[in-house]
């Protein structure tokens, strides 16, 4: 499925099949999660993609090329690709394991080809194997929704007790799950008058679960926005302890509204999370397998990625879904 810029959708498009170059591996995709990063992709909120671009960023599949110079793969290895593609390797923030902050990245899906295929390519050293447990389109929606919920998760801080959950979608879903693992308390908010996914939530172990103009029925320690509305910034931060946090965990959001001083004071700190590190999957895959986490996923075929896409943005199913080609 090829996108061409702003307005103009995606294309069932017949491509050559790629070739792995040096340090690359090639995927027979198996399947590729849907994100609402690809809706800012196409809608055009995350500008300058390289087009024609093959979108997708939640890809696993089976190695069936591998490239000169990559000895860590072998040809069957199930691996899943994920939204950083690749790293400069000798930036400030590269030298310091934070290649999430690279001065100059290349993203799945946004500058390299993704998922929303029957072949990828992708840099070695930037994917990740995985556990024998999941089935390939219940591990596609942890490359994205799982690897950015757990960054999250620890930005919440390890004596966070009663965390909030705004937009209980696909990391949410998944974040709920490890939060309770933990022996934290969750709240879960969501479009207000949503019972459905007010319901999913409380099944999934939330104490609470209301419409995000609600107050919960307890101050909080920590409370993260998945929703990409920069007005749950302020109504977030009117929820949390003095101390307290509120992370915003999406890489675009809607602007965020002036408010008043006091909703910040009180030493309360407001952050964001930034893609991923490879260090953060060898830990959340860790922790998922322990769990054990599951994913709730409805699936399309990849000729459905449109109506699936459309699906996501108007909220028409629970958890997350996922293409397979």
Excluded at 196 to 202: C, I, K, S
């Amino acid at each position: 499925m090829q996108f061409h810029g702003p307005g103009s959708g995606l294309k069932l498009s017949e491509v050559a099949k790629p070739e792995a170059g040096p340090g690359q591996v090639r995927i027979r995709v198996e399947a590729c999660g849907i994100c609402r990063t690809d809706l800012h992709v196409l809608d055009g909120d995350l500008k300058d993609p390289v087009l024609p671009l093959i979108p997708g960023h939640q890809v696993v599949g089976v190695v069936d090329q591998i490239g000169s110079g990559t000895t860590a793969l072998q040809a069957g290895d199930r691996i899943g690709i994920p939204w950083l593609g690749s790293a400069c390797g000798h930036c400030r923030f590269c030298h310091a394991e934070q290649e999430n902050l690279c001065d100059s990245p290349s993203f799945t899906g946004y500058q390299i080809n993704g998922g929303f295929a029957e072949y990828a390519v992708a840099d070695a050293r930037f994917v990740f194997h995985i556990p024998h447990a999941y089935s390939p389109k219940h591990a596609a929606p942890l490359l994205c929704a799982g690897l950015i919920g757990h960054r999250s998760l620890r930005m919440a801080g390890k004596d966070c007790q009663y965390l909030g959950l705004y937009g209980f979608g696909a990391a949410a879903h998944i974040v709920a799950q490890v939060a309770r693992f933990e022996a934290r308390e969750v709240y879960a908010f969501t479009r207000p008058g949503d019972a459905n996914t007010q319901a999913f939530a409380r099944r999934l172990g939330a104490v609470w679960a209301g419409g995000s103009d609600e107050p919960p029925p307890r101050l909080l320690d920590a409370a993260i926005i998945f929703a990409p509305v920069g007005a749950l910034v302020p109504a977030a931060l009117r929820t949390v302890r003095k101390g307290g946090t509120v992370v915003c965990g999406g890489i675009h959001m809607s602007d965020i509204p002036t408010f008043p001083y006091a909703d910040l004071w009180g030493e309360r700190r407001l952050c964001s999370v930034a893609n991923l590190t490879r260090r953060d999957g060898e830990e959340f895959f860790a922790v998922a397998t322990k769990v054990p986490v599951t994913t709730r996923v409805t699936t399309y075929s990849l000729e459905q990625t449109a109506a699936a896409l459309e699906d996501l943005r108007h909220g028409q199913f629970d958890g997350a879904a996922v293409i397979l080609p």
